[in-house]
Every structure is written in structure tokens, then in C-alpha cells.
């Protein structure tokens, strides 16, 4: 939240209530967020038995602070990101680009495109996009940025203290604390961090994790800083996974469908798994955002990238109900 007499300008960031926003680099995430991530929050993306999913977000979070010059940085004890994230961040969509991808408006007057019964043709169709850009998304994860702008936390050994000093000391060299903020003060910038992996016992002081997120949080909430997490609560133990719950302002889980799922759900085309909002912000005490609907799927492709869609239940035409009986068992019945 903003002191008293700030004004604070950052490229690609706006004030809300007092609050600077800014774009996590998916239009149906920003919806259901209430418009936009509020500076200071921490996202938490559980990515349920899979670890290829949350990627997507990481990436649209990446580059949009990419495109608004924010400073990046990406931490991971696993895998190297500068051979696997780094070379799959996508690029901007050019304003031709999105007029290319806009489908034709429908021609309710017309009776060669009618596959209806007439008495439905004035009814509006369900959409079941999230966004004021329906399934189109700012950025193409089929075009890559080359030699992307985002730090990387690289040390032999990789420990949580040494990974909190080093956020410090881009807190610190980039002014980016929200003190002295005030009219007239030095230029501030968004630091937008990734922690990948967090709950993996690799790193060398794992059982600091709890204070490791106290410290966080709290430097978080002195800065402009906006933080993105991901873990796995399958393998997570409980009092772990509540220590990450408690941190977050944000939750959310991914969860794949599975294969009976799959067939169940053929209807619904591309859609990978459920997208469950478990916790959302709350830096504002009044006037919090609601979400109009909780039945959420989503859908991660390497074209179209994150998009997040409203599950609509199939017709029940495969199976008949409970004690129906079979319309052949009607044809010998004398009325």
C-alpha cells in the first residue's frame, strides 16, 4: 500500500485504492484476481502431481515484466532456467497479430449459418471465456524472446539465507523499498521474483523454510515487489504445505484431469485439468474482490499458452438414468 502523498510511477503499473497494480501477463488470471496482481502479494501455484503446468503463468508473468522493463529474477534449485525457462519466455502479440485472431461476428439474420431449432435462434450464446479478450491472449508462446532480461540465482550451494540476502541487496541497489517514495523521489521499478521448487528438500537449509517466508513476506510488504511460488502439495507433508498457505495472499491449484476424466470431459476439447482459486488477496479490508463463478478449467498449450475457461457439465445422452427402461421395452405396449 502506498504512503500518504506517494506518487509512484512505474511503467506498466497502475493505483487502485491506494494500491499499485499490474499485470500478471494473463487476461483471465487478471479477472479473477479483480483486475490486476496489487503490489506486495505473494502467489502461490500449486501445481497438484504435475510440474509443467504453472509454467505457463510463470512465463506470461515474466513477460509481461519483460515488455514493462521491470527487473526479473528467477530462482531455482533443480533445473537450470537459463536452458529450459529462459528460452520459452514468448513474446508480445503486435496489434496485427490480435486483429488476425479475432473471430467473425455472427450473423443472427442469416439462415446458411442457422445449425439450431429456430426457437433458440435469438437466445445468446454461453460463452465460456474469462477476460475482456475472450480466448485471446497478449502474448504468442509460439515466438520466443531471445536473450531475455531476467537475473538468475546461480550458487553452488543452494540455501534459502543466501537466496533472502541476495533479494535484499536488489531491494537495496534498486531503491525498490516503498520508503522515501514520496514526491520527488528517485524513479522506483517493480521487482517481479520467481521461486520455482520452493518445497524441494534440496535446499541446504530446508528446515529454515518457515522463517525463510516470515522474512519474505515481510520484505514484500516493504517493497515494491511482487512474488510467484510453486510447489506440489502431493508430496508436500501437512505442516509444510500450511507454512506455504500461510505466506500467500494468493492460492491457487492446478490438478490435472485424470483418465476417466479425460473420456468424461471430451466435451470440453483442449481443457488440461481444474483451476481452483483457494485464496485470494487480502491487502484490502474492504471492498474485496468475489468471483462470480469457482467451476474453473483451464487450458496450457504451447500457441495459445494459459487460458482459464468456466467448466460446463456435458448432457447426459451416453447413459440412461437409474431405473429408466430401454425405449425398445415400450413397443409391445397395447394403449
Known sequence: MLNIGD??????????????????????FDTLLGGALVNSSIVLIDEYR??????????????????????CFVADPVVDVKDSLLKVIPTRKTNDEHK?????????????DMKIAWRY????????????????????FSKHVENPNVEVYNEEVSSL???????????????????????GGPKKNLLRVVLKNIDMEIW????????????????????????????????VPND??????????????????NENEKKMFRHLGTAHGYFYLKNLPRLMSVGTHTPPILDLIFEASSRKGFQIRVMHLPPAFEEPAP??????????IDF
Open 50 to 71: 504435475s510440474r509443467c503446468y504453472g509454467s505457463y503463468l510463470v512465463r506470461s508473468f515474466l513477460a509481461e515484466g519483460i515488455h514493462n522493463s521491470h527487473r
Open 121 to 140: 435462434g435469438n437466445v445468446k450464446q454461453v460463452s465460456s471465456a474469462i477476460g475482456a479478450s475472450g480466448n485471446d491472449n497478449q502474448y504468442d
Open 100 to 112: 488476425k485472431e479475432v473471430p467473425n461476428a455472427p450473423n443472427p439474420g442469416g439462415e446458411i
Open 323 to 332: 431405473g429408466q427402461q430401454n425405449s425398445s421395452s415400450c413397443q409391445n
Open 204 to 235: 541446504e537449509d530446508y528446515k529454515s523454510l518457515g522463517r525463510f517466508l516470515a522474512c519474505l513476506r515481510s520484505l514484500a510488504r516493504s517493497s515494491y515487489m511482487i512474488v510467484y511460488i510453486t510447489a506440489n502439495s502431493y508430496r
Open 7 to 28: 506518487s509512484v510511477q512505474i511503467p506498466g503499473c497502475s493505483t487502485k485504492k491506494r494500491l499499485l497494480e499490474t499485470s500478471s501477463g494473463c487476461d483471465s
Open 161 to 183: 539465507s543466501g537466496l533472502y540476502k541476495k533479494l535484499c541487496e536488489i531491494v537495496r541497489e534498486e531503491e525498490l523499498h516503498t520508503k522515501s517514495s514520496g514526491r
Open 240 to 257: 509444510t504445505w500450511r507454512i506455504l498457505e500461510s505466506c500467500a495472499d494468493t492460492q491457487i491449484q492446478l490438478m490435472p484431469f
